[in-house]
């Protein structure tokens, strides 16, 4: 395609060269270099985020919400996932349900049963806390609960 008026690249005036302040007075930004004279504004000292006095925008804002840090975080796991992935007789701990692909990571606690379906083989599970059902569907199969 030959080069045209009508097709040049890049098009007329979309590109300018970037104006180099300060070298010289014949350059016309020389001296104060489009700054003026004194002031805040010549002295750099007025950051981005500053409003002129006016209450700035993230203390305008109101907080939200509330973050324990004390808070104890577990991975959390589901007693019909734990039955379908494992066999009879199977010890069943946090590095066996990763390995096994039931959960992604073991979180900072370790890992919470949950008692939500059901479990139909006699497993050992060892875990940093069940809740009551899942202790109680665990032992009702046959299988053993382990706290850690």
């Known amino acids: 395609m030959a080069n045209e008026l009508s097709n040049l690249k890049p098009s007329p005036g979309s ?3 970037r104006k180099r ?3 010289g007075e014949g350059s016309g930004k020389g001296k104060t270099a489009g700054r003026g004279t004194k002031g805040q504004g010549a002295r750099n000292t007025i950051h981005p985020r500053f409003e002129g006095g006016q209450m700035p ?5 109101p907080k939200r919400g509330f973050n324990n840090i004390f808070a104890k975080q577990y991975t ?17 701990d946090a590095a066996a ?7 992604s990571k073991i979180a900072k606690n370790g890992i919470k049963v949950l008692g939500n379906g059901d479990i139909d083989k006699a497993l050992t599970v060892k875990a940093a806390k069940f ?6 569907k ?3 199969a046959g299988g053993t609960v382990e706290v850690i």
């Open 15 to 17: 590109t300018k060269p």
């Open 57 to 61: 925008l993230q203390r305008r804002l």
């Open 76 to 92: 959390e796991v589901r007693v019909d996932r734990i039955s379908e992935k494992f066999s009879k007789g199977d010890t069943v």
């Open 97 to 103: 349900l990763k390995e096994a692909g039931v959960i």
């Open 21 to 23: 302040v300060g070298r």
């Open 138 to 140: 665990i032992a009702a």
């Open 131 to 136: 809740t009551k059902s899942a202790a109680d």
